[in-house]
């Protein structure tokens, strides 16, 4: 009786061992980063991103790349006096000037740094830039047939 005991206690912690693997593995703070969608193209995006990191906070920008887009620097923040490592990443989107994906990285800080980089990022395009442009009211790409509906 003392042996099917312990075989019960000894299947249940593995059982526990594993739900904590599967909830460490696939919780949402696991993936740390964060996203916006920039409609403001790259160039305008870029040259905002750049002026935000350097200029409105000062921070080092330790390697950037404009033809691949990303900048990194050493964030730091008013609670942290260490600066700790930080990229921000554009990714292009399919037309030179559509939308573009800005990703924003600090693995050694909390998730909602990233979000309010990104948010401070983009109230400052809307400053800057103002309302972003209307997509449905540009007009078509050269080369597409205007009679396909």
Do not use: C
């Not at 980063?33 to 409609?39: F, R, T, V």
């Amino acid at each position: 009786m003392i042996w099917g005991a312990s075989k019960a206690a000894l299947l249940g912690i593995l059982a526990g061992i594993g739900v904590a693997v599967a909830i460490v593995a696939f919780a949402p703070w696991a993936d740390a980063k964060a996203m916006y969608e920039s409609p403001y193209g790259y160039e305008r995006t870029w040259n905002a991103a750049l002026r935000f990191l350097r200029v409105d906070n000062g921070w080092k920008v330790t390697e950037k790349d404009d033809a691949n887009g990303y900048l990194l620097f050493e964030y730091q923040s008013l609670e942290n006096t260490k600066p700790t490592a930080g990229s921000l990443e554009l990714v292009r989107g399919r037309d030179a000037d559509g939308p573009v994906s800005v990703v924003v990285q600090l693995p050694r800080m909390p998730h909602y740094h990233e979000q309010v980089m990104l948010d401070t990022l983009a109230s400052k395009m809307r400053r800057e830039y103002g309302d972003p442009p209307d997509r449905s009211r540009l007009p078509p790409p050269p080369g597409a047939d205007a009679s396909v509906e």
